[in-house]
């Protein structure tokens, strides 16, 4: 089966590349544990009941928390196996990167629910002049152009809510924490359409959201091109918050690519729904 397959029409094919694409690692902001310095101490309330789905499905972001955004249900036909028990990881100590990675909660969670939102192309679109293109000037055919190359460099992202038992949602960034720390070089995912290997994880900077949180980028491979993946995790008391974002313009093989990361708006967006 091949790997990174080139985006199709639509977000489904993204989706899917997202949950074969991604692998993690991370960072302290100053100290490189993957700590955004904030006191990763902080405990859940040890008698904290978990969310259900039907109130984590309240607390995700909709379209009208994301503006600029088009947030849609992600579908079983879109992730990288049919169940989180579907996926095996050969080193055992990175099944929390893998989880995270392939759509799944990263930890034993008593619920769960994700979205998948996309950068909207008609708003980025919308910047270019409303003329036909036989009545623009070069200016303006260029910056048209330019409109529909940004739109096609759109950033996908998977937002996942999990909520845990007791100390659950602490003890699962700590397992995460603690993976990235032991799987740096790279790990090797298997479904059962094949494996999936990940070569390498990089830290990077927390937004600081939550009672704690870890970001981190991961290199990976489309059909034979480079290709960087970004990511973060975030509790919030006993729920965890993750977001996993690719560039359309890097599935591509755009160098314009370079500089993306997880959207900020997504991370504001859903901690302010969070409360």
């Given at each position: ?149 940004d739109a096609l460099g759109s950033t996908m992202t998977i937002v996942s809510l999990s909520s845990y038992e007791g100390d659950g949602a602490k003890e699962t960034m700590s397992s995460v924490s603690e993976a990235i720390k032991g799987c740096g070089g790279g ?60 560039s359309l313009a890097a599935l591509a093989g755009d160098g314009k690519a370079a500089a993306y990361s997880v959207p900020a708006a997504l991370i504001k967006a859903q901690t302010a729904k969070l409360g």
């Amino acid at each position: 089966m091949k790997r990174f397959a080139r985006p199709r029409t639509g977000a489904a094919a993204v989706v899917s590349v997202l949950s074969l694409a991604l692998v993690t690692g991370c960072s302290d902001s100053g100290s490189g544990s993957g700590s955004d310095g904030k006191d990763s101490g902080k405990d859940a309330p040890a008698a904290a009941k978990p969310l259900s789905d039907s109130e984590l499905g309240k607390l995700i972001i909709a379209a009208a928390d994301a503006k600029g955004f088009k947030v849609t249900p992600v579908s079983k036909a879109q992730v990288f196996a049919a169940s989180k028990k579907d996926v095996k990881v050969v080193a055992e100590e990175c099944a929390p990167l893998a989880y995270v990675l392939t759509g799944f909660a990263p930890g034993d969670s008593a619920s769960f629910v994700s979205r998948m939102a996309q950068e909207d192309p008609a708003a980025k679109a919308s910047a270019s002049p409303a003329k036909d293109m036989e009545d623009m000037t070069p200016e303006e055919l260029e910056k048209a152009l330019d409109s529909v190359t940004d739109a096609l460099g759109s950033t996908m992202t998977i937002v996942s809510l999990s909520s845990y038992e007791g100390d659950g949602a602490k003890e699962t960034m700590s397992s995460v924490s603690e993976a990235i720390k032991g799987c740096g070089g790279g790990f090797t995912a298997t479904a059962e359409d094949g494996p999936q290997k990940f070569s390498k994880v990089v830290g990077e900077k927390a937004s600081g959201n939550g009672d704690e949180s870890v970001a981190f980028s991961a290199d990976g491979d489309a059909e034979g091109s480079p290709l960087t993946v970004h990511a973060e995790v975030a509790r919030h008391g006993n729920t965890v918050a993750t977001y996993y974002s690719l560039s359309l313009a890097a599935l591509a093989g755009d160098g314009k690519a370079a500089a993306y990361s997880v959207p900020a708006a997504l991370i504001k967006a859903q901690t302010a729904k969070l409360g």
